[in-house]
């Protein structure tokens, strides 16, 4: 962290945490914020579901919900950025304090509950930024709380931003939309895939032009549902997997006031649990699936520990808020320096490096 963003984060702490992101956000708009430098490191470039991106780091989704700033995210030197997860009516959320901050464990517990703008804010604001973008910019899509048909829901996302989105993620893995993680076991997620698939078929067709569709899972799942998981993304056209959403667990965390607040855990903590549901994953889909790896990144180390394991792409969220805008240029440089240190010609061969040790450990109760 540097000297400036560790007085400007003094200051953010200060605020609410919500209070906080949203200064962040407004002082990504206002473009106060640095750029990363113009030498990208060729060697970290990956190409996966047909897509390019400059290098594998792209910010999670909640981050900007709202589509405000996915320029300015990819401008600060991330690969991709995802915006949302964002439902077809404007949701407020549930009451405020819904984010907690735990220090000493680096994470944070959110409980949200899909607050947004809904789609039709959204995709004026993606309209406006137009085909012309410094990396892919992915949209998450979710369902409101009191949708007739949640999987209705789903499948107008696609509809509805397939000509602004370069990827989709349907994010079923949301621990604050009550019943919402349903949706991940085998029955439902069949009738889901089948209906956003469907609805991707008929825009691509429309369009000419395919995009890929990508499902977020939760890192809670036992391992029948994990079985489930990937045997039904095998069977069907789905292009990847984004691993994972936060955590229910609290196993293992320092105390702190907040430690058991509702919600969804983020950040360290969660780290070694969605590493390793990415390797048993990624055991079980094979190697030509996409896995967007997502938990506890805040370091080149733990970067390039998500892509040993299995992950062709890497975004984080929680690393952003205790580590600043800058930790993305100490990603870079650590990566490239792996790759030199590995005289690997591409960052993408040192996937599945640790694969096997990573799918042989057990998930944390
Ligand atoms: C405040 C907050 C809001 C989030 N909102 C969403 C969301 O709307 N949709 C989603 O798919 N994931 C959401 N997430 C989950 C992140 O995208 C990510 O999967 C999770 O935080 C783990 O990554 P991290 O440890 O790097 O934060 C949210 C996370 C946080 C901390």
Redesign the pocket.
Known sequence: MGPLYSLARQALFALE?EAA?RLSVVALKSGVLPRCPADLDSRLAVTVAGLSFANPIGI????D?NAEVPTEILRLGYGFA?I??VTPQPQTGNPKQR?FRLPADQ??I?R?G?N?EGHARVLGRLQAIGGNRPGPIGV?V?ANKDAESRIADYAVGIETFYPVADYF?V?I??PNTPGLRDLQAKGNLQALLEAVLNARQMAGEKSGVQKPVFL?VAPDLAPQDLADIADLANRHPLDGL?V???TLSRSGLRPDPHADEAG?L???P??KR?TIMLAKLRQMVGPDMTIIG?????SAETALEKICAGADLV???????YRGPGLIRTILTGLSAAVEEEGVASIAALRDRRLQAWADRDLPL
């Open positions: 945490p992101h999670a989704a909640g981050f919900k995802e949302g997860s984010i994470a944070v959110n949200l899909f947004n998450n979710g993620t994010n893995s949301s977020k984004v994972s959403n936060t969804g983020s950040g360290r969660l780290f969605s997502v938990g506890g990144v805040d975004q984080l969220y929680t690393g952003f808020v």
